[in-house]
């Protein structure tokens, strides 16, 4: 589960860079959801709560750092990656189509 969790942390911090990078906003080498959320432009910033940042924030070092925390429990890891999957709809939506097409 720690990994799950390690993984739509990353989702999200993706998504949201490429909403800054979309927009012409430079951003820091971070993980920190919250710092990253912040610099996102209000009409496009997705949806999520302070504890969603927080959590989100603290799986970047979960799996990089085994042993330091107990094991995330399942119910936990289910809901960050609803958590992900939304994000991910949300600023697919956003996105050029063009951004969005794989390549051949």
Do not use: M
Not at 18 to 47: Q, Y
């Amino acid at each position: 589960t720690d990994t799950v969790c390690f993984h739509a942390q990353q989702c999200v911090e993706k998504y949201l860079k490429a909403l800054l990078v979309l927009n012409g906003v430079s951003f820091p080498k971070t993980h920190d959801i919250e710092d990253i959320l912040a610099l996102v432009p209000a009409p496009c910033r997705p949806d999520l709560s302070i504890d969603d940042q927080a959590r989100l924030t603290n799986y970047a070092t979960v799996a990089c750092y085994p042993g330091g925390q107990p094991p995330i429990a399942l119910a936990e890891a289910r809901c960050a990656v609803s958590t992900a999957r939304r994000v991910r709809r949300d600023v697919r939506r956003l996105l050029p189509r063009q951004a969005l097409r794989r390549p051949l």
